[in-house]
């Protein structure tokens, strides 16, 4: 995808989300931020890496991601292209 994520944990509600911390040399899609929260992806929520793995797990280079994702206090829809499958 050209991102790297981790998750993160909010203690005020003892939920985690994948968070967008940096975007690979070559990414050119902009349709991702860094510090962007990704809350789901082709309507599956997504909590963890493993959740973030699983989703990316059912696509293929080519294939295009519907995100929900949180950015500043803003939720918005994104169009993510799956380009390199995950080793």
């Known amino acids: ?5 981790s998750t993160i944990s909010d203690s005020l509600s003892s939920s985690s989300y994948v968070y967008v911390h940096d975007l690979t ?5 902009n349709n991702l931020q860094i510090q962007d929260i ?3 992806m082709n309507g599956v929520d997504v ?3 493993n959740d973030f793995r699983a989703v990316l797990s059912k696509t293929k280079p080519g294939d295009t991601i ?7 206090n803003e939720y918005i ?3 993510i292209a799956v380009y390199e499958k995950l080793s």
């Open 38 to 40: 990704i809350l789901s």
């Open 25 to 29: 040399k070559g990414y050119n899609d």
């Open 1 to 5: 995808l050209g991102i790297t994520v």
């Open 77 to 79: 829809t994104v169009n």
């Open 47 to 49: 909590h963890t890496l």
């Open 66 to 72: 519907e995100a929900e994702i949180k950015r500043g």
